[in-house]
């Protein structure tokens, strides 16, 4: 199957073929048509799937075919016909320049609106007017505010990461947007997971939703070879510079789940000679985009990142994601993996588990309904004279599930491990 068979106009394949892509991923190729056909969407899909152009090259086919001469012409005011909502700025930035990229043979404005940076740059592009809009709920709010974004003429709606976006508290913003928006308009779900609060909220948004599922959330877990290395809490900094340094990697992405833990374990690397920096929510914009940029760029070679910091960076060829702590939220872990293995490269994701987190693992297999045996790193074995907390039942895993399967209108199973 290539694009062109999906109903995208030439210049969008065009575009995407001059991106290298061959032909559609599975999410793009069931997402496209639906959505061309003005079907709402609700979709279970993590990033690295391909999931931004599933919704980013039908709206843009739809807003361009109906950009006609005398529209371009008109030098007025172009009011917002799709929005995506995303929960963090990288995020934003990261849809924003894969629509910017997808539409490089259009005459579509597109933009982006996300706090933590000063509101008059963004007021000055959108006040030139603007047919996309990917932006983060409470900046477009301020916008709103302000009268310089208006929403009654959307057409799209997408909420992108809609997990994340309730994770992060963003549900009253949520609802305020919507009071802005024509009931009469196209919406567009993707979540990486599906719990009770996503399916209310879908319940709301969605029409007659077409359900896509093309991957299970675990399928990330196909093309990244997961090794998890049991070791004590105090020897994991140890280990990960011994990793970093005898297997001479680069680009490596560490996880860790403070943002104190995140400074502080960037610091450690950098005295055992791992040029490393680490980004989260206290840093400022600037200090994130740049420390990106210079990984991306290869300058430094470990980047420690918080789960929130990390959500939508997309690193060409990331082969290796190391968790320094194994996450609080089990579906996190399957967020941080997917930073690596993007698109059908393989990857490698390493945990190090100390003993007071079998329990988070635990919670792992059980949404990934696989064991990730544990083992042993020579030289750094754990000292077992040294008590093991008691790991916790773990039935929060299993209610998400039977949540999940009825979002999907499956029947709710009840799997046991
Ligand atoms: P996403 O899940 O949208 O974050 O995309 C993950 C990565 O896959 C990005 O680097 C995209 O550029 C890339 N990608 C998306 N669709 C395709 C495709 N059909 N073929 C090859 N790469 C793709």
Excluded at 239 to 255: D, E, R, T
Excluded at 292 to 298: M, Y
Excluded at 382 to 396: C, F, G, Q
Aim: aromatic share 6%.
């Amino acid at each position: 199957m290539d694009f062109s068979s999906l109903g995208l106009n030439k210049n969008l394949v065009a575009a995407v073929s001059s991106l290298g892509y061959r032909e559609p991923t599975p999410i793009q190729a069931e997402a496209i048509p639906a959505i061309l056909n003005q079907q709402d969407i609700m979709a279970g899909a993590q990033t690295g799937t391909g999931k931004t152009a599933a919704f980013a090259l039908p709206i843009l086919h739809q807003l361009s075919e109906s950009l006609s001469p005398s529209t371009l012409q008109e030098e007025s005011y172009r009011p917002v016909r799709a929005l995506v909502l995303t929960p963090t700025r990288e995020l934003a930035q990261q849809v924003h320049s894969s629509f910017v990229g997808y539409g490089q043979n259009t005459s579509l404005q597109i933009n982006i609106a996300y706090g933590g940076v000063s509101l008059n740059p963004q007021i000055k592009e959108l006040r030139q007017g603007t047919d996309v809009l990917v932006a983060t709920p409470g900046r477009l709010l301020d916008l709103m505010f302000k009268g310089v974004v208006k929403l009654d003429q959307l057409q799209v709606l997408v909420f992108d990461e809609a997990d994340r976006m309730l994770d992060m508290g963003f549900s009253d913003e949520i609802n305020r947007i919507l009071k802005q928006v024509p009931a009469a308009r196209q919406t567009l779900l993707f979540s990486a997971t599906f719990d009770q609060a996503i399916f209310d909220l879908s319940k709301h948004l969605l029409k007659s939703p077409k359900l896509i599922e093309v991957d299970s959330r675990n399928t990330a877990a196909e093309q990244v070879e997961q090794i998890v290395y049991a070791v004590d809490a105090d020897r994991k900094r140890e280990l990960i510079s011994h990793l970093i340094g005898a297997k001479n990697w680069h680009q490596v992405l560490i996880f860790t789940r403070t943002k104190q833990g995140a400074d502080a374990l960037a610091r450690e690397m950098c005295k055992d000679g791992i040029k490393t920096q680490s980004i989260h929510g206290d840093k400022s914009q600037g200090a994130r985009e740049r420390a990106l940029e210079e990984f991306k760029q290869g300058k430094t070679r470990a980047l420690v990142a918080t789960d929130v910091a990390a959500r939508g960076l997309d690193i060409e060829q990331l082969k290796f994601v190391i968790n320094y702590e194994l996450p609080y939220i089990a579906e996190d872990y399957i967020h941080r993996i997917g930073r690596t293995g993007r698109a059908g490269a393989s990857g490698l994701a390493i945990s190090l588990l100390s003993s007071d987190e079998n329990w988070l693992l635990e919670e792992i297999e059980a949404i990934l309904d696989a064991r990730l045996p544990q083992q042993w790193l020579p030289g750094y074995e754990p000292d077992l004279t040294k008590e093991a907390p008691v790991s916790r039942k773990n039935t929060r895993t299993a209610q998400k599930r039977r949540t999940k399967d009825r979002a999907f209108g499956k029947k709710p199973s009840n799997r046991r491990r």
